[in-house]
């Protein structure tokens, strides 16, 4: 069985997996800073909106000061991609819209690895 990366520089985005990974070495991300960049970089060259951004990531019942939270998790991202607002590479800010992903991408579909297929068997085993 195999899913799809998205890869952009030198990043690869496994949805899949949730993972995000430099030069095929892991990179740290937290999970709702990791989930917006998956939201991005889903929907190459399309402007995300703020509202749509944090009903995606936080969900439409969360009780949180979005504004700070959806900066903060931008701001994760692009130290996590090494990529600054001023001169964007990877994510543009659109003033007062939305994000959008920039960067140059392709899909890739790619076999999952042992341990993957072994820890989805122990998963279904336990359902």
Request: glycine content about 6%.
């Amino acid at each position: 069985m195999a899913h799809k990366v998205i890869r952009f520089g030198r990043f690869e985005l496994d949805p899949g997996n949730f993972e995000l990974r430099r030069d095929a070495r892991p990179v740290k991300l937290d999970r709702k800073p990791l989930e917006l960049l998956i939201l991005l970089a889903s929907r190459p060259g399309q402007l995300v909106g703020h509202e749509e951004a944090i009903h995606a990531v936080w969900g439409k019942q969360a009780v949180i000061e979005f504004d700070s939270a959806l900066y903060t998790a931008i701001r994760k991202v692009r130290r996590a991609l090494g990529d600054r607002s001023a001169r964007p590479r990877v994510v543009e800010t659109v003033a007062r819209k939305g994000y959008r992903f920039i960067a140059p991408a392709s899909e890739h579909v790619r076999p999952l690895r042992a341990e993957d297929e072994e820890g989805e068997s122990n998963r279904k085993m336990l359902a």
